[in-house]
């Protein structure tokens, strides 16, 4: 038996996919503070991804001016963006799974999600 | 290596003449030059008589010069297009309309001008071709101190948001990684003293020395270096035989020394000529002056003219019909280039209101404010009282300031409500870009436009093309709040009340018998161009122009000297021209021996422009105009 060929000093970094991803409307910044008015839902969005990341889990999000390939490269979110246009946005993905469509998704909502889709 | 030259200082005192001088003398030396302009209320073309537009232009008549006006519209729109390239090819068409709407916000504006702006500092990598010499015609004062300051608060802003939320104001970081290379870059080329070098132009005047000295001082703290002053408009022994001149000559030969004393740059004069300045051979005499000391006399402009009609002034009521408020509060709005007086022409006519017994705000929100200093009396961030005059009160917007109460107010708020103290170190990083200045100053203004207690708001606002875009945000924003309904799906109605408060902003400034707004100018060339692009571009957004005035008009009766003489039919001649441009009533403001400061010295000459409340006439040392 030969030994396994070792085709890298150290293995590629695993391809870690987000735990959850949002696929943000388009707008100035996320805290909804560019405006001006300040928008409580952002304010809400933003204290459940900081929540979400204190427990250690990768959550990204994304909008269509800065992150165009991270909608492309979704076959599922680009489905809905061209049959639903606007009205799909935000696009809530959990470990690859849509799970919220057009609004964004309560806490609870995410981490039942997660505790679902890990179990 | 490329040189590069800033031209700087307040509005009006020659900064693009003596630009335009140093570009045709580097060119006619046979060094290949550019001259570059990032004012949004530009004037090359007029100088150089020729359309110039956003785009390098080869001047006819002198070989190796170039000049390029960035035309901030343009420059936004062309910043757009780069980043939405990749968004129209794959989403749909309603998706690209609505982040085109978005784009078009206040703050892409100011980047994609800025942005611009930097790329002429990397020309020689840009399109191959090498300039010895690149001279950038900043924009005013304040403005140009902001727009110079921006680099370093924008490194600062993408450093900490890499390290943050990942977003800034101008938008996600990942979008202007590419960007923050061009800035530092930008930066340390113009800290370079081998390679950069600033020229403040200035009048020997109080003001312009305490704002060139303030000017220079805010660059320091940049780490900017290689200063040099031009001390402009000295009036020649040949103007001074005349009364009025003379005086004025004595006034700035006491200046001069001041400036001596407290302004430790290389320093050079340029005389006060007879006639204005434009056209290529006018700046090449313009250069023998300025460079090689020589004695030229312009030819003067009396000679074998004739004389300009001087139509009938406008009624005295139909002037204060513009000024006094009618059932309703007036605003006024002063729109002008800096430097032509906007400032007196605010300050004289809300004393001449509060005289008449109106309860008066006078306020401003341009960064290169002299409220105080013009009334002789402290004017702050808070609305004061002025001493000495019922019924008048004033208060200087200060942006940066008003950015720090309202950041304050906001996590304030968001304490109250009980937010998480990460989420708000998100939010006053997000709070830290510079769009947050503008958008609080203009918040400010709304507030005390909207206070009942006042019967008159006088404005004096920013110069021209800031002026612009700040009356343009309410616009802009209620464009804004229309794409952002998409973002929340709970109906915000903290939106709507905004929306609703723009709304009535929007319409106050649209409705004559609201607000009036005055043009102020000196009567020359530029200074009127520059005022009727302004007032075209307001009428865009549906405000007109409801009076003109005209500042430092020399008196008819005082014109005893050739040089008097002809600088008073060059003036005669841009009357003409300001009333045919403006179909408006045009006050005239007499040139005087000295700078208007005071109350008293205030009010004398609010009432030669707008009468005495009570007695037709009464005597006055001011010889009026009319």
């Given at each position: 038996m030969t030994e396994p060929v070792t085709l890298f000093d150290v293995p590629p970094a695993p391809q870690k996919t987000a735990d959850v991803e949002i696929f943000d409307p388009p707008m100035c910044c996320p805290t909804g503070l560019c405006g001006p008015t300040l928008d409580q839902t952002m304010l809400d969005v933003n204290e459940m991804i900081l929540s979400l990341q204190t427990d250690g889990l990768r959550v990204e999000r994304y909008q269509i001016n800065s992150h165009p390939n991270a909608f492309l490269g979704n076959t599922e979110v680009m489905e809905l963006v061209r049959e639903k246009e606007m009205e799909a946005l935000p696009i809530t993905v959990v470990r690859g799974i849509i799970v919220k469509v057009g609004t964004y998704p309560a806490q609870d909502e995410v981490r039942a999600a997660l505790n679902g889709v890990s179990a | 290596m490329t040189h590069y030259i800033f031209f700087s200082g307040k509005g009006g005192v020659g900064k693009t003449c003596m630009a335009c001088t140093h570009a045709v003398r580097y060119a006619d030396e046979g060094k290949r030059a550019l001259i570059v302009t990032t004012d949004p209320a530009s004037n090359l073309a007029d100088v150089f008589e020729q359309e110039i537009g956003h785009h390098v232009t080869p001047?006819?008549?002198v070989p190796n010069l170039f000049a390029m006006e960035i035309d901030p519209d343009q420059a936004t729109q062309e910043y757009i297009d780069r980043a939405m390239a990749p968004i129209r090819a794959a989403f749909p068409a309603q998706m690209v309309q609505v982040i085109e709407e978005q784009m078009s916000g206040p703050c892409t504006a100011e980047v994609a001008a800025f942005d611009r702006f930097t790329d002429f500092l990397d020309l020689p990598s840009q399109d191959g071709s090498n300039y010895d010499v690149v001279i950038f015609d900043t924009a005013p004062t304040g403005h140009t101190i902001r727009l110079l300051e921006l680099p370093a608060e924008w490194s600062l802003s993408i450093d900490k948001a890499s390290q943050g939320s990942g977003q800034t104001c101008i938008g996600p970081t990942a979008a202007i990684q590419d960007a923050k290379h061009k800035y530092e870059h930008a930066l340390s080329v113009m800290r370079d003293g081998t390679q950069a070098q600033f020229f403040f132009v200035l009048h020997p005047e109080a003001i312009a020395i305490r704002e060139t000295r303030r000017a220079i001082s805010e660059l320091e703290k940049l780490s900017i270096q290689n200063f040099q002053l031009i001390i402009n408009g000295i009036i020649p022994p040949e103007g001074t035989q005349d009364p009025l001149f003379s005086a004025r000559a004595e006034m700035q030969s006491d200046y001069l020394t001041q400036i001596e004393r407290e302004l430790a740059f290389t320093k050079?004069?340029?005389?006060?000529?007879?006639?204005?300045?434009?056209?290529?051979e006018c700046l090449r005499t313009v250069g023998k002056i300025f460079f090689d000391g020589e004695q030229v006399l312009t030819e003067s402009e009396a000679s074998g003219k004739k004389t300009v009609s001087v139509a009938s002034p406008p009624s005295i009521d139909d002037v204060r019909a513009h000024?006094?408020?009618?059932?309703?509060?007036?605003?006024?709005?002063?729109?002008?280039?800096?430097?032509?007086?906007?400032?007196v022409a605010s300050c004289v006519t809300a004393v001449w209101l509060a005289r008449q017994g109106y309860k008066t705000l006078l306020l401003t929100t341009d960064p290169a404010a002299h409220l105080g200093d013009v009334l002789d009396s402290p004017v702050g961030d808070d609305v004061s009282a002025i001493g000495g005059q019922p019924n008048l009160w004033a208060v200087n917007i200060d942006p940066k300031a008003a950015a720090e109460t309202y950041k304050a107010r906001i996590l304030a708020d968001a304490r109250q409500r009980g937010r998480l103290e990460s989420a708000i170190k998100v939010m006053e990083e997000e709070l830290n870009s510079p769009c947050t200045e503008e958008m609080a100053a203009f918040d400010k203004f709304i507030d005390y436009a909207s206070q009942d207690e006042w019967q008159v708001v006088v404005f004096d606002t920013a110069p021209t093309g800031h002026t612009l875009r700040l009356l343009e945000l309410p616009v802009d924003w209620s464009r804004q709040i229309d794409v952002k309904v998409?973002?929340?799906?709970?109906?915000?109605?903290?939106?709507?009340?905004a929306k609703q408060r723009f709304g009535q902003v929007i319409e106050m400034m649209c409705d004559p018998s609201q607000s009036t707004f005055a043009f102020v100018m000196y009567p020359e060339s530029t200074p009127i161009l520059e005022a009727w692009r302004a007032a075209k571009e307001l009428e865009t957004v549906g405000v007109h122009a409801g009076m003109v005035m005209a500042n430092f008009v020399i008196p008819p009766g005082q014109t005893t000297t050739p040089f008097?003489?002809?600088?008073?039919?060059?003036?005669?001649?841009y009357l003409a021209e300001i009333r045919e441009r403006f179909p408006v009533p045009?006050?005239?403001?007499?040139?005087?021996?000295t700078e208007v400061k005071g109350l008293e010295m205030l009010t004398e000459l609010g009432e030669t422009?707008?009468?005495?409340?009570?007695?037709?006439?009464?005597?006055?040392?001011?010889?009026s105009l009319t």
């Open positions: - | 001047i006819a008549g050079q004069r340029m005389t006060l000529l007879a006639s204005e300045i434009k056209g290529i000024i006094q408020p009618n059932g309703n509060r007036r605003t006024l709005f002063f729109a002008g280039k800096g430097g032509v007086g906007k400032t998409f973002a929340s799906v709970d109906a915000s109605t903290a939106d709507d009340v008097v003489q002809s600088r008073r039919a060059m003036q005669e001649k045009l006050i005239q403001i007499p040139l005087l021996a422009i707008y009468g005495n409340g009570q007695t037709a006439s009464m005597t006055s040392r001011f010889t």
